[in-house]
């Protein structure tokens, strides 16, 4: 694994000479993995360099997902809130990489959609945009994939309430589905804690 982890990191170094390095992105190995993180700027360009460099050849993204780091590990966090992480696999070299990038604006997260390099990033750049609000600049076809077309908010944010903004009911008078405010009263559950004298026979 070490050998093998060498060696997709010498690729990813000399494949990315202008990529990687102070004040640009970086390269973190840890876990057995390696994390490459990259400014939105050259998010495109990297990942086009992942799949078309024969010495890397990730020809397979497997996922992308959407990342919310406000208030991260509870405790507060330094830097941009939203984050896009990409889980690509060489099949033909059999080893992976994360790539990593931050949305520049937090009022308005955007970064380029890789859908034109990997088909896949399709529904799971609808999917991050759907729970995140993250925007796929290039995506031809961004709308939401979980939710329905009525929701208010992106559900996965940190902000995001449990009980949500509205909710949604089939109203037998006026025969359709409608919204109303939530009727759940928010409430503090505390788990009961049950003490008894000489439980399980113990003195």
């Not at 889980?87 to 997260?109: E, G, I, M, T, Y």
């Not at 380029?112 to 995140?132: C, G, H, I, K, P």
Request: aromatic share 10%.
């Amino acid at each position: 694994m070490t050998l093998k982890l060498d060696t997709l990191q010498a690729a990813l170094q000399a494949a990315l000479p202008d990529a990687l390095g102070e004040g640009r992105g970086k390269l973190v190995r840890d876990f057995g993995e390696i994390t490459v993180t990259v400014p939105a700027s050259t998010y495109l360009d990297v990942a086009r360099v992942f799949r078309d460099d024969p010495a890397l050849h990730f020809e397979q993204l497997v996922d992308l997902c959407g990342v919310d780091y406000s208030d991260y590990r509870n405790q507060p966090w330094d830097g941009p809130r939203y984050c896009v992480a990409v889980h690509l696999l060489s099949v033909k070299h059999n080893w992976r990489v994360r790539l990593k990038v931050f949305a520049p604006d937090d009022d308005v997260p955007l970064v380029a959609s890789v859908n034109e390099l990997w088909a896949s990033a399709n529904w799971f750049e609808r999917e991050a945009f759907d729970l995140y609000g993250i925007i796929f600049e290039g995506h031809l076809d961004l709308r939401r994939i979980l939710t329905d077309y009525g929701f208010i908010g992106h559900p996965m944010r940190k902000d995001f309430p449990t009980t949500g903004h509205v909710e949604m009911r089939y109203d037998p008078e006026k025969k359709r589905v409608i919204y109303q405010p939530v009727t759940i009263e928010p409430r503090e559950i505390v788990p009961r804690v049950v003490r008894e004298e000489n439980y399980g026979g113990l003195q």
